[in-house]
């Protein structure tokens, strides 16, 4: 049974800093692009940043316009994890987290990923 659990969210003041986790299990990952979304309430589930699998020569690494340098994406293939490092988060990255895995890549198109998690709220206060 393939599985994407997130961990890590939680409530944070404006500028200050939260990491994500998502462990994957059920398959081997490693060939598939891993990709974090976000959806806030009211609001369409949103493109975060993407990293490509492992061996992948080029730029291995795609962000939003609005978390580019505040988010960086890692991998560690050998876990089959996948983690998001957030700093000086904002009232308005509030939002449910979700972790996703597909084969394309580079791609912020939701529909292109094949398996999600549940997702795990993160709270930016002001």
Not at 14 to 38: I, T
Request: hydrophobic share 35%; glycine share 12%.
């Amino acid at each position: 049974q393939v599985q994407l659990v997130e961990s890590g969210g939680g409530l944070v003041q404006a500028g200050g800093s939260l990491r994500l986790s998502c462990a994957a299990s059920g398959r081997d990952f490693s060939n598939y692009v891993m990709g974090w979304f976000r959806q806030a309430p009211g609001k369409e589930r949103e493109f975060a940043a993407v990293v490509s699998w492992s061996g992948w020569s080029g730029n291995n690494t795609y962000y939003a316009d609005s978390v580019k340098g505040r988010f960086t994406i890692s991998r560690d293939s050998a876990k089959n994890t996948v983690s998001l490092q957030m700093n000086s988060l904002k009232p308005e990255d509030t939002a449910v987290y979700y972790c996703a895995a597909g084969r394309v890549y580079p791609t912020a198109a939701a529909f292109q990923y094949d398996y999600w998690g549940q997702g795990t709220q993160v709270t930016v206060s002001s």
